[in-house]
Antibody
Framework: QVQLVQSGAEVRKPGASVKVSCKTSGYTFTNYFLHWVRQAPGQGLEWVGV????????TNAQNLQGRVTLTRDTSTSTVYMELSSLRSEDTAIYYC????????????WGQGTLVTVSP | EIVLTQSPGTLSLSPGERATLSCRASQSVNNNYLAWYQQKLGQTPRLLIY???SRATGIPDRFSGSVSGTDFSLTISRLEPEDFAVYYCQQYSSSPWTFGQGTKVEV
């Protein structure tokens, strides 16, 4: 069965960086794009970026440009999201989600990783 | 960027009633590439509808989606107790992928 399992909760100070992982299983890793979506406490969903696991190419949200880096490891079927220069407003649950094609709906989601940015 | 505006913000209904949620796009959504997700408190979003009107696997047929131009709707024909949640629309026709702000369906 398809599974997306994310790494555990993180706490960072402002200005630091965080790297969240999303380990996939149950399907061919390189056949599906993987997105990252975040949700601040009590707020809606915000798209962060997408990675093509086959080519390693990425597209990120404009407002996070320069601070977010998406990577993948095909040997472990894992994608990573690294966010740098953290601010309090980056406090959120970060989800990875799979799509069957570039212009695709999110059919499977990871369980989410809470990133807390606090002095 | 395609802006999605959901209305109403909150819908107060009772079990057994019909719910109609709206999602208006600021511009054309190519191929009607729009999805609806349900999110319960403390849970991961769950795909309900994709491509505006196709039900995802395992979704009951009381959930349906429709489109007219840039106006998308999600209808729940008869609310069950487990349907009280927040619903988001999302377009995936062009980058950046965007979500509506959500509609809360409450008792």
């Amino acid at each position: 069965q398809v599974q997306l399992v994310q790494s555990g909760a993180e706490v960072r100070k402002p200005g630091a960086s965080v790297k969240v992982s999303c380990k996939t299983s149950g399907y061919t890793f390189t056949n599906y794009f993987l997105h990252w979506v975040r949700q601040a406490p009590g707020q809606g969903l915000e798209w962060v970026g997408v990675v093509n696991p086959s080519l390693g190419t990425t597209t990120n949200a404009q407002n996070l440009q320069g601070r977010v880096t998406l990577t993948r490891d095909t040997s472990t079927s894992t994608v990573y999201m690294e966010l740098s220069s953290l601010r309090s407003e980056d406090t959120a649950i970060y989800y990875c989600a799979r799509v069957i094609r570039y212009n695709g709906h999110f059919d499977y989601w990871g369980q989410g990783t809470l990133v807390t940015v606090s002095p | 960027e395609i802006v999605l505006t959901q209305s109403p913000g909150t819908l107060s209904l009772s079990p057994g009633e019909r719910a109609t949620l709206s999602c208006r796009a600021s511009q054309s959504v190519n191929n009607n590439y729009l999805a609806w997700y349900q999110q319960k408190l403390g849970q991961t979003p769950r795909l309900l509808i994709y491509d505006a009107s196709s039900r995802a696997t395992g979704i009951p047929d009381r959930f349906s989606g429709s489109v007219s131009g840039t106006d998308f709707s999600l209808t729940i024909s008869r609310l069950e107790p487990e349907d009280f949640a927040v619903y988001y629309c999302q377009q995936y026709s062009s980058s950046p992928w965007t979500f509506g702000q959500g509609t809360k369906v409450e008792v």
